[in-house]
């Protein structure tokens, strides 16, 4: 029995026909079995109209690529436009495509009557836990123990430094000249300076080394918000990133006054940790691309970056209510 084999119009029909029904309706579908959202993820027009574009540039290749397949894909044509397949259905035909053509048209070009634009839920707070009210960055104020401890690692010059950042310190060490005599000159900030003197004369304060600390985590906060948060939210902190223009809606810029300035830090925090996951339902349209940064970052890893958002911002975080 001979296989059943479509003329190639009909394949190029069929095939559009799929391709547009896959990315209208079959992307939405898939989106939302995924992503487990309540709602589906819609394909933007213009991503429609590219992979419309292409399918039609691909089918034409198709169809072009010999005299055969150009002469089989138009007979189907001609046969109708001659009437082969009956003077009804093509007088319907000829009618009906110029009518569906110009209403596309008119459809696109009539000025339409729409509802405002809904706001933007900037900080949608439904399922904050209440926890996290009150929650403040420890790295801010440390306890004395973490203060001596870091003391004690600087006399040894062993001081701990997250993973991330710890092969640049040692190739900077191995290659500077002359070599340093401390790994913490790599910050080579005031506060550091300061604490370094006081450790090279074994006469270390509290508060100086206190605020030796405070470099140290803000090194790293900016280390771990350069490698993760960077590409989206940009060197200034200002929603700028290289990657910014990508998204539906750009990312938060961080030094304006209507951002991170007007939430407590707990709030902060718990955005860093859940992502755009963890947001709730009135979040949408406007999705948040951002991961669920406590599968890849340690709960002390995303403290310091929040501490080094508020720093590169030059930004406090909103004080309790019950404060």
């Known amino acids: 029995m001979a296989a059943l084999r479509i003329n190639r119009f009909w394949s190029v029909v069929a095939t559009l026909l799929i391709v547009y029904a896959f990315v209208k309706w079959g992307i939405p579908a898939a989106s939302r079995e995924i992503t487990t959202l309540p709602f589906p993820l819609p394909v933007p027009g213009t991503l429609v109209f590219i992979y419309m574009t292409l399918t039609v540039v691909a089918l034409f290749i198709f169809v072009t690529f010999s005299d055969t397949y150009l002469e089989e894909f138009l007979r189907p044509i001609r046969k109708f436009l001659i009437g082969g397949y009956g003077k009804i259905p093509r007088t319907i035909g000829l009618v009906v495509i110029p009518l569906l053509v110009g209403w596309q048209v008119y459809a696109i070009t009539v000025p339409k009557v729409e509802l405002p634009v809904s706001l933007r839920i900037q900080h949608p ?3 904050f836990p209440k926890s996290f009210e009150d929650a403040k960055n420890p790295l801010e ?3 004395d123990a973490d203060i001596e401890a870091f003391i004690d690692q600087a006399k040894a010059n062993e001081v701990v430094l997250i993973p991330q950042v710890m092969p640049d310190v040692e190739a900077w060490m191995d290659e500077a000249d002359p070599e ?4 913490l000159a790599f910050i080579p900030t005031e506060p550091m300076s300061k604490f370094l003197a006081e450790v090279a004369a074994d006469n270390i304060s509290m508060e100086t080394a ?3 600390l405070r470099e140290k ?3 790293e906060g900016r280390a771990l918000y350069s490698m993760n948060c ?3 939210h940009g060197d200034s902190v200002s929603g700028d ?3 910014a223009d990508g998204f539906k809606l750009r990312p938060i810029n961080f030094t304006d006054n209507g951002t991170i300035e007007t939430i407590v830090e ?9 992502g755009g996951p963890g947001l709730p339902t009135e979040a949408t349209p406007w999705d948040s691309a951002m991961p669920e940064w406590k599968l890849s970052l340690t709960e002390e890893q995303r403290w310091k970056i929040i501490m080094a958002e508020y720093d590169l911002a030059e930004k406090t975080p909103r004080i309790p209510e019950a404060h």
């Open 266 to 274: 707990g709030y902060t925090f718990w955005r860093v940790t859940n």
């Open 210 to 212: 206190r605020a030796a």
């Open 180 to 183: 340093p005599e401390h790994m």
């Open 241 to 243: 990133g290289p990657m």
């Open 230 to 232: 960077r590409a989206c």
């Open 125 to 127: 707070s439904s399922n």
């Open 141 to 143: 104020n440390p306890s």
């Open 217 to 219: 985590n803000l090194f």
